[in-house]
């Protein structure tokens, strides 16, 4: 029988003192880095703004510690709030490292696992101003600075046809050392598309981008919406080339989702984006950048670290349980502690920080009626998209970057990381010495048949699921004689814990990622809800940027927090919240588009 225990995060003696001495060394701290000089700019400027705003006195509960959950934190501790954050398992959530059992030797750290690879463009803006407020030691902007940029990516074709690399052009990339064969391959590989790619395909496809480029919101939401990428490009009456390539691929990269079901909004609204970056338009940074250290060790630890120092408290292994009402607001929160007890937690504000298919287990038939968008939520769809990891004993002569394996059934990415991590000795700082590289690899698809068994990832055991990735890897990369993953350098691999049951009738997934078919931007909610003291972040809340990504969920946790200051009456400032970069001549013609909307038109240059 579970024990309850009533507990609150704002009436008790005890609480409120332990908050104000924390928030009062927390200041302290950063007050005293500042002046010696220890914090970034940002860092700084945020601590100036939180010692000159009124200090709220209003506790928060923040209902889960991923990216969404911390964000809120960050931003409510700098404004003088008492914030307590409630995590099930681990802070970072889906973002956040992990250690592999076992794997460690002497001593050396554990080998770094993760959920998957982290992937943080220049089109994001709200997530790296965070990353620049958060202190990292020698880093001028913080965590940010450990941001590095591939210079590269390649999309690997499989049955004997050349790979497609491409250099990732950015003024201060360091061009990838190449041989003459890396020369010819290359080459080759781009050649080959081209031939195989009908010019009138590429006509037909550059006119719908450019479409949508012209597309006004309206059309946008209410047409595009509607229509899936797959029939906005006319995939099936174009050659498989072109299907694989500027369908699939494009859908799998850019939003890691199925281009039969994706709407074109989403997908339109992130390619619009990734060009204007590779423009250098409106760009936070090179279009595609990652962590030079595993996740935890270069962002998420050192985020934790500067929470405390606001005073932010952290309560981990304890499980949302339900969400209670009275009076038209939440009344409490039911959490069970890490010994199994479910205690009453009470607060001013509650922020509910989980993914969509956790948080709304926790919102009861109340709830939804007095926020009908709560109940809408209910119709939005998640999916699996999880990585494996591949620890090797030689470092793969890869792309210096991200490659797709467009061709694989199972729709993998990847990614190998130790060149990345030019501070770390691989097998001086992890694992046994031996492994000196980490492959990571992210499985996209799950429901189709693979190449060795025959089944699905779903119907495969783990170590099924395993020997099958490695096999797609190499039939994408050692296809055309040149023999990128040797077997003899398998050292071992580590697949996502959040991951249960595969083999069997009832497999799970923790993790799953929001999807977007057609329709779901109708269904996500706002960060603020008809409820007065609830509010919501994620990546399933509509903000700007219409994809599940740690923006979105730095940006939505963003808008939390400035609802939550407007019903506090708190004069503190508000966030920024930073949308997508718009340009000013594509805006003129967006605003003709509006014009041929209302009257009931197609768009000028829509061909049909």
């Not at 940029?149 to 999309?155: I, Q, T």
């Not at 060795?452 to 890897?473: D, F, H, I, P, S």
């Not at 609802?563 to 970069?581: F, K």
Request: with cysteine; proline share 6%; glycine share 8%.
């Amino acid at each position: 029988m579970d024990r309850t225990v009533s507990t609150s995060t704002s009436h008790t003696a005890h609480t409120a003192h332990a908050s104000r001495r924390a928030f009062v060394a927390g200041a302290a701290a950063v007050g005293g880095a500042a002046a010696l000089g220890t914090l970034p700019a940002g860092a700084a400027q945020a601590a100036q703004a939180a010692q000159a705003a009124p200090k709220a006195g209003q506790s928060v509960a923040v209902l889960g510690g991923g990216v969404a959950g911390l964000t809120a934190a960050h931003e409510l501790a700098e404004r003088g709030f008492q914030v307590t954050v409630y995590e099930r398992r681990a802070l970072g959530g889906k973002a956040r490292s992990m250690d592999v059992p076992g794997s460690a030797k002497g001593s050396r750290k554990p080998l770094p696992g993760e959920h998957g690879f982290r992937f943080i463009p220049g089109i994001y803006h709200n997530l790296p101003d965070t990353m620049r407020r958060i202190p990292f030691p020698g880093n001028a902007n913080g965590v940010w600075d450990n941001l590095v940029a591939p210079p590269e990516m390649m999309f690997a074709r499989s049955n004997g046809r050349e790979d497609l690399r491409m250099p990732i052009p950015w003024p201060g990339h360091k061009p990838t050392n190449l041989d003459l064969d890396d020369i010819r391959r290359m080459l080759t590989g781009l050649l080959e598309t081209a031939l195989n790619l009908p010019l009138h395909e590429i006509a037909y496809f550059v006119n719908r981008a450019l479409v949508f480029l012209t597309s006004c919101d309206e059309r946008r939401d209410s047409t595009w919406e509607k229509t899936p990428w797959w029939e906005f490009v006319r995939a099936a009456q174009m050659s498989k080339e072109y299907q694989r390539i500027l369908a699939v691929g494009i859908t799998r990269n850019i939003v890691a989702t199925k281009a039969e079901e994706a709407s074109t909004r989403t997908v339109g609204t992130l390619g619009e984006a990734f060009v204007f970056n590779a423009l250098g338009q409106g760009a936070d940074g090179p279009p595609d950048r990652i962590l030079n250290l595993p996740t935890n060790e270069a962002w998420i630890d050192p985020w934790v670290a500067h929470l405390r120092t606001l005073g932010v408290d952290f309560k981990i292994g304890w499980t949302v349980r339900e969400l209670k009402t009275a009076g038209g607001r939440i009344s409490e929160t039911v959490i069970e502690d890490p010994a199994g007890a479910r205690q009453s937690v009470v607060a001013d504000h509650y922020v509910s920080a989980m993914p969509v298919e956790h948080a709304r287990r926790t919102w009861n038939a109340e709830m939804r009626s007095l926020d009908p968008q709560l109940a809408r939520a209910d119709k939005l769809e998640t999916d699996w998209m999880t990585g494996i990891q591949f620890y090797l004993t030689e470092r793969p002569k890869m792309v210096e970057g991200h490659v797709n394996l467009i061709d694989s059934p199972w729709s993998l990415t990847g990614i190998a990381q130790a060149k990345h991590w030019p501070d770390r000795d691989f097998p001086a700082v992890y694992g046994d010495g031996v492994a000196v590289d980490c492959l990571s690899v992210d499985i996209s698809e799950w429901d189709k048949p693979g190449i060795l068994y025959g089944k699905t990832a779903k119907q495969c055991t783990r170590e099924e699921v395993a020997k099958e990735v490695w096999a797609q890897l190499k039939a994408g990369l050692n296809d055309t004689g040149k023999v990128v993953l040797r077997d003899a350098a398998l050292h071992s691999w580590f697949l996502d814990p959040g991951v249960d049951g595969l083999g069997t009738p009832n497999p799970t997934n923790e993790d799953e990622l929001l999807i977007h078919p057609c329709g779901t931007l109708h269904n996500r909610p706002s960060a603020k809800t008809a409820i007065p003291n609830f509010y919501l972040s994620g990546d399933f809340v509509a903000v700007d940027i219409d994809l599940a990504t740690m923006e979105g969920a730095n940006a939505s946790a963003r808008a939390a927090v400035n609802a939550l200051l407007d019903r506090a009456g708190s004069d503190a400032a508000r966030c920024t919240v930073r949308g997508m970069h718009k340009i000013p001549a594509v805006e003129t013609l967006r605003r003709h588009d509006r014009t041929r909307w209302r009257l009931g038109l197609r768009n000028a240059l829509d061909l049909g």
